[in-house]
């Protein structure tokens, strides 16, 4: 009988974010596994996914904090870390996001022998644009992310990204995020959420992610305020929540389309609303590993994605599974809409083919095995 490791996931919180639902889905399969003992810790409150009964949460701090007190708190923490990693026996941390990933690495300073895994799900080079705080986050890059045993990226322009900033010394590897299309299936025609009417006669755009600058919202807005001057059956729909949120509103409203844009917020369920529409977008500046575009095209979707720096254009190989467009560009986004909605030669039943054959790739039993190979 194989010797049970322990191994620790270490992460920020447990709240809604691509990161977040990998880290769910991990723990969920990982705890079907005999020989591993699961061990989950939190560096703040906040815990919007359901837990494996075998997982019981370490929050090391109730309160949020500030980015600079973050940082400044970075070694008292990996040497609080590093007590509980040598009392538990731990074979393995692995950490998702920036933070985690520097304490998890400083353990290692306070004499503890774990393997240390750190995850990266976005593009490093954003900090070039984030002024101080992102000045300090690429110094702790260069100066920590070599002494990591292994840096796992979620998508191929994310190493790269990384690569581009620093020479890498260390292991790194790629594996894609899992997509449960099971419990995708399962949960698309039932709505356990806020009540919205789909009617049949409507066409509805859908775009799913945090209302923030990085997303681009308004560009949506611009390119379906343009397509809706032709057709009253146009709707959009906004799953998602953000410190944009009101400002795209009055925007809205400043357009007179308020009546044609749903604002829903966030919801435990967003299959429902995609499986029920005609057309995702996705409009973001940057991105890691999209998972929500992998889901929409698992909910039958057409898809259209800004063609940024990562995610997008691995996800689709370069307009076979959806439709790429520039950043930024409302044009080409609109052009790009008109297709999928109007062309007659657009068809849709190919379109969910071509992309369950992409769907096998992203399928969690796949991804599980080469998590599990590097544990």
């Given at each position: 009988?194989?010797?049970?490791?322990?191994?620790?996931?270490?992460?920020?919180?447990?709240?809604?974010?691509?990161?977040?639902?990998?880290?769910?889905?991990?723990?969920?399969?990982?705890?079907?596994?005999?020989?591993?003992?699961?061990?989950?810790?939190?560096?703040?409150?906040?815990?919007?996914?359901?837990?494996?009964?075998?997982?019981?949460?370490?929050?090391?701090?109730?309160?949020?904090?500030?980015?600079?007190?973050?940082?400044?708190?970075?070694?008292?923490?990996?040497?609080?870390?590093?007590?509980?990693?040598?009392?538990?026996?731990?074979?393995?941390?692995?950490?998702?996001?920036?933070?985690?990933?520097?304490?998890?690495?400083?353990?290692?300073?306070?004499?503890t022998k774990q393997k240390c895994i750190i995850n990266i799900r976005s593009t490093t080079s954003r900090y070039k644009?984030?002024?101080?705080?992102?000045?300090?986050?690429?110094?702790?890059?260069?100066?920590?992310?070599?002494?990591?045993?292994?840096?796992?990226?979620?998508?191929?322009?994310?190493?790269?990204?990384?690569?581009?900033?620093?020479?890498?010394?260390?292991?790194?590897?790629?594996?894609?995020?899992?997509?449960?299309?099971?419990?995708?299936?399962?949960?698309?025609?039932?709505?356990?959420?806020?009540?919205?009417?789909?009617?049949?006669?409507?066409?509805?755009?859908?775009?799913?992610?945090?209302?923030?600058?990085?997303?681009?919202?308004k560009d949506l807005i611009d390119a379906f305020y343009d397509l809706q001057k032709n057709d009253s059956s146009l709707?959009?729909?906004?799953?998602?929540?953000?410190?944009?949120?009101?400002?795209?509103?009055?925007?809205?409203?400043?357009?007179?389309?308020?009546?044609?844009?749903?604002?829903?917020?966030?919801?435990?369920?967003?299959?429902?609303?995609?499986?029920?529409?005609?057309?995702?977008?996705?409009?973001?500046?940057?991105?890691?590993?999209?998972?929500?575009?992998?889901?929409?095209?698992?909910?039958?979707?057409?898809?259209?994605?800004?063609?940024?720096?990562?995610?997008?254009?691995?996800?689709?190989?370069?307009?076979?599974?959806?439709?790429?467009?520039?950043?930024?560009?409302?044009?080409?986004?609109?052009?790009?809409?008109?297709?999928?909605?109007?062309?007659?030669?657009?068809?849709?039943?190919?379109?969910?083919?071509?992309?369950?054959?992409?769907?096998?790739?992203?399928?969690?039993?796949?991804?599980?095995?080469?998590?599990?190979?590097?544990?």
């Amino acid at each position: 009988m194989s010797q049970t490791r322990h191994v620790l996931f270490l992460t920020a919180t447990m709240q809604k974010g691509g990161a977040e639902r990998v880290i769910s889905l991990l723990l969920k399969e990982l705890s079907k596994k005999e020989n591993i003992k699961l061990h989950l810790i939190l560096m703040e409150n906040g815990i919007d996914y359901n837990l494996p009964s075998a997982v019981t949460p370490i929050i090391l701090s109730k309160t949020n904090k500030n980015g600079i007190r973050k940082l400044l708190e970075l070694p008292w923490i990996a040497w609080k870390l590093s007590k509980y990693i040598k009392k538990h026996n731990i074979n393995t941390v692995i950490s998702f996001l920036y933070r985690p990933n520097y304490i998890n690495i400083l353990t290692k300073f306070f004499g503890t022998k774990q393997k240390c895994i750190i995850n990266i799900r976005s593009t490093t080079s954003r900090y070039k644009n984030e002024g101080l705080l992102g000045k300090i986050n690429l110094f702790l890059v260069k100066l920590l992310f070599n002494k990591a045993d292994l840096i796992v990226s979620n998508s191929k322009g994310v190493e790269d990204d990384l690569k581009n900033i620093m020479p890498i010394a260390t292991k790194t590897k790629v594996i894609y995020n899992p997509i449960d299309l099971d419990m995708i299936r399962q949960k698309k025609d039932h709505c356990h959420d806020i009540t919205f009417d789909f009617y049949q006669e409507k066409k509805y755009i859908i775009s799913v992610g945090r209302l923030i600058p990085l997303k681009r919202n308004k560009d949506l807005i611009d390119a379906f305020y343009d397509l809706q001057k032709n057709d009253s059956s146009l709707e959009l729909i906004f799953l998602g929540d953000g410190n944009m949120r009101n400002e795209l509103e009055e925007y809205c409203q400043k357009l007179d389309i308020q009546e044609k844009i749903h604002f829903l917020g966030n919801v435990d369920n967003p299959f429902y609303y995609l499986s029920k529409s005609n057309l995702f977008v996705l409009t973001s500046e940057t991105e890691g590993f999209p998972n929500v575009l992998v889901e929409a095209m698992a909910c039958g979707l057409p898809v259209i994605a800004s063609d940024c720096k990562s995610g997008p254009r691995e996800i689709l190989a370069d307009n076979k599974y959806g439709l790429l467009y520039p950043v930024g560009d409302v044009e080409a986004l609109r052009k790009r809409m008109q297709h999928y909605l109007y062309d007659e030669n657009v068809d849709m039943e190919q379109i969910k083919e071509t992309a369950s054959e992409r769907l096998k790739d992203f399928e969690i039993e796949k991804i599980i095995k080469k998590f599990e190979s590097i544990l």
